[in-house]
């Protein structure tokens, strides 16, 4: 009896002593994982951002009344997540403005449901918004949304009088990752040696681009892991570029330089709307990108907030339309869009 009682126990011993070396083993491939790849910490970062920061303004109700919303759109993409959303306003007409609206979530999250809000309250100002979604990193890399903005542009350009809309009089617009998306994009059409550089065909006529709204975008991407705010978010912006890029050290890769579309501005590029909270966020570029096109003698509008008169405003402030701040910066928007449509 003793012998049988004793097999047990040594069998026991024996698979806990395999059972811990395994979860060590796993422990030394999950820090090296961690480590040597960009995959963990990207799917932190697109956690944080599901779901969006959009919070209604009291017109919120008045406004979903005043708008159509056509949602899944396939545009044809090449790559993952080609789909967009269309938002019109109920009493829209072939010649209703366009904006193409480029969603955040630091490269690696985010999706076009976050941006659903702003742009139906931009909609019942009398906006047509073309929401797309697109691959996300570190799955697709960089260029991939940028090609696909094109993508989504193109295909609505062969659909005119499916979605009885025009295209000679559109804009760009993006927040975070997505407003360095977009402001590549409109450098690309609108100076042919930048679009050289990128190996990108331009394909909108820059003519009808009217104007470019970008909220809270890194324009230096080498700069991106320097922003304003902890040493863990800094850390996570680090791995948001790793991911975006494909290479651990990215911040002198070439292709980090050209797309830091703060350095390659030009004359010809489009007026443009700029604002930025003023923690944790990219405030120091929105302002460095304003300088550069002001230098070229481009019409820009920006707004910025003092902290010491308005208090901390964050990341994406302007999505929180139930805020003194966010409300004053959809005024702006609506007069920047007014004077240059």
Partial sequence: MKIKQQKPKGLWKKRMFIFLIIVLA??????????FSPYPKAFLIKKAFEGGMFEPSNNYRNALKETIRVKDI?????????????VYPKNHKETTP?????HGGGFVGGDKSDITGYAVELASRGYIVVNINYALAPKSTYPTPVLQLGEAYEYIKENLNKYDLKLDRVYFAGDSAGAQISSQF???????EYAKLTKIDSIVDPTTIKGVLLFCGPYSMSELAK???????????RTAGWAYLGEKNWEGLNETKIASVLDHVTKNYPPTFIT???????????????????????????LFFDKNVFG???????????????????NEVLGFLSKTK
């Avoid at 922003?227 to 912006?237: A, D, L, P, V």
């Fill in 26 to 35: 796993l422990g030394i491939m999950g820090v090296s994982y961690w480590n």
């Fill in 74 to 86: 396939n545009y044809n993409s090449k790559f993952p997540d080609g789909t967009l959303d269309l």
């Fill in 98 to 102: 366009v904006i193409f609206w480029v």
């Fill in 186 to 192: 409109v450098n690309i059409q609108t100076s042919a």
């Fill in 227 to 237: 922003i304003e705010s902890t040493k863990e978010i800094q850390e996570f912006m």
């Fill in 276 to 302: 930025d909270g003023n923690t944790a966020s990219f405030e120091n570029q929105g302002k460095a990108l304003v300088s550069a096109l002001q230098r070229e003698g481009v019409l820009v509008d920006s």
């Fill in 312 to 330: 901390e405003l964050g990341h994406e402030f302007q999505f929180k339309m139930n805020t003194s701040a966010g409300q004053d910066t959809f």
